[in-house]
């Protein structure tokens, strides 16, 4: 059986930490910061980014998307076609406009 893409990967960075790059990655999708701001000693931006672009290639992002999904799924139960994109089910606020919001709030101040 010939090894997959994701084996072969592994076997060729071992040792050179997948892991802490992982988490880095990890830290920029959830704290929205740059890769320079969160590359430190252990491994460069560069590195990071390389190692992203290389994974996205294996198909290794859609595979742990999917798997994020069917755990979550699992855990609490999804029906996507009942989500709406900013999270909120209900409607938007009217505008009010009151009658008296012209006045000068100048004799308040006084």
């Known amino acids: 059986m010939k090894p997959s893409g994701a084996t072969e990967l592994l076997k060729r960075h071992a040792g050179s930490g997948d892991r802490i790059i992982f988490g880095k990655l990890l830290q920029v999708l959830c704290f929205g910061c740059s890769y320079e701001a969160i590359a430190d000693s252990a491994c460069s931006a560069t590195t990071i980014r390389n190692r992203r672009d290389e994974w996205i290639q294996l198909g290794l992002f859609a595979r742990l998307k ?3 999904l069917d ?11 009942q989500i709406s994109v900013d999270g909120a089910i209900t409607k938007a606020p009217a505008v009010v406009k009151w ?8 004799a308040s101040k006084a």
């Open 66 to 68: 999917q798997i994020a």
């Open 71 to 81: 755990a979550y799924d699992r855990i609490v139960g999804l029906v996507l076609d």
């Open 99 to 106: 009658p008296d919001a012209h006045r000068s709030t100048e």
